[in-house]
T-cell receptor, first 113, second 113 residues
Framework: DQQVKQNSPSLSVQEGRISILNCDYTNSMFDYFLWYKKYPAEGPTFLISISSIKDKNEDGRFTVFLNKSAKHLSLHIVPSQPGDSAVYFCAASADTNAGKSTFGDGTTLTVKP | DVKVTQSSRYLVKRTGEKVFLECVQDMDHENMFWYRQDPGLGLRLIYFSYDVKMKEKGDIPEGYSVSREKKERFSLILESASTNQTSMYLC????????????FGDGTRLSIL
């Protein structure tokens, strides 16, 4: 049973437009959600996170929204830039799990100039 | 800046060989992880270590073992390499809290011939 799902394997948007990446989870014990970005031939790097007690967290062009009742979170990138083209992983963790995270399969974002 | 260093970027081995992948982190993190990344399958946890000499199986431990003799070093061992272990291997480290992001190395692209 996959506890964290990213249902869109890929997303293509025009430069300057909004990118919305989605993530669903099933385990109500998750209390922290993180997004990572991965370029080819590099390891993932942490992008932004949100605690389960919040519904929104913003960092520059990146905003993460959390809907606990729907067990759904989304990452918004506004405006999208060609350098944002990468694989984005959603991850969820629980305090009871000593820092382990469960990752989604990733969404490949392509931002076209 | 946190540094997670994986000993090799690319490695080619033969079926049946014993393979060692090494990972070193410099941030005194308690947690260390080994993942493999395959197209369409996201990041799958192989093994997790929460302290020196302590380890826990992840989602896909079969065919692998690990060693953590020092806090900064976490080794992944393929006991008898097989072609289905051809993959990208990623090491990560973190503090043992759900709100702490994992820091990844750049990965080892392992090919088993």
């Amino acid at each position: 049973d996959q506890q964290v799902k990213q249902n869109s394997p890929s997303l293509s948007v025009q430069e300057g437009r909004i990118s919305i990446l989605n993530c669903d989870y099933t385990n109500s014990m998750f209390d922290y959600f993180l997004w990572y970005k991965k370029y080819p031939a590099e390891g993932p790097t942490f992008l932004i996170s949100i605690s389960s007690i919040k519904d929104k967290n913003e960092d520059g062009r990146f905003t993460v929204f959390l809907n606990k009742s729907a067990k759904h979170l989304s990452l918004h990138i506004v405006p999208s830039q060609p350098g944002d083209s990468a694989v984005y992983f959603c991850a969820a963790s629980a305090d009871t799990n000593a820092g382990k995270s469960t990752f989604g399969d990733g969404t490949t974002l392509t931002v076209k100039p | 800046d946190v540094k997670v260093t994986q000993s090799s970027r690319y490695l080619v081995k033969r079926t049946g060989e014993k393979v060692f992948l090494e990972c070193v982190q410099d941030m005194d993190h308690e947690n260390m992880f080994w993942y493999r990344q395959d197209p369409g399958l996201g990041l799958r946890l192989i093994y997790f270590s929460y302290d020196v000499k302590m380890k826990e199986k992840g989602d896909i431990p079969e065919g692998y073992s690990v060693s953590r003799e020092k806090k900064e070093r976490f080794s992944l061992i393929l006991e008898s390499a097989s072609t289905n272990q051809t993959s990208m291997y990623l090491c990560a480290s973190s503090f043992p809290l759900s709100n702490q992001p994992q820091h990844f190395g750049d990965g080892t692209r392992l090919s088993i011939l």
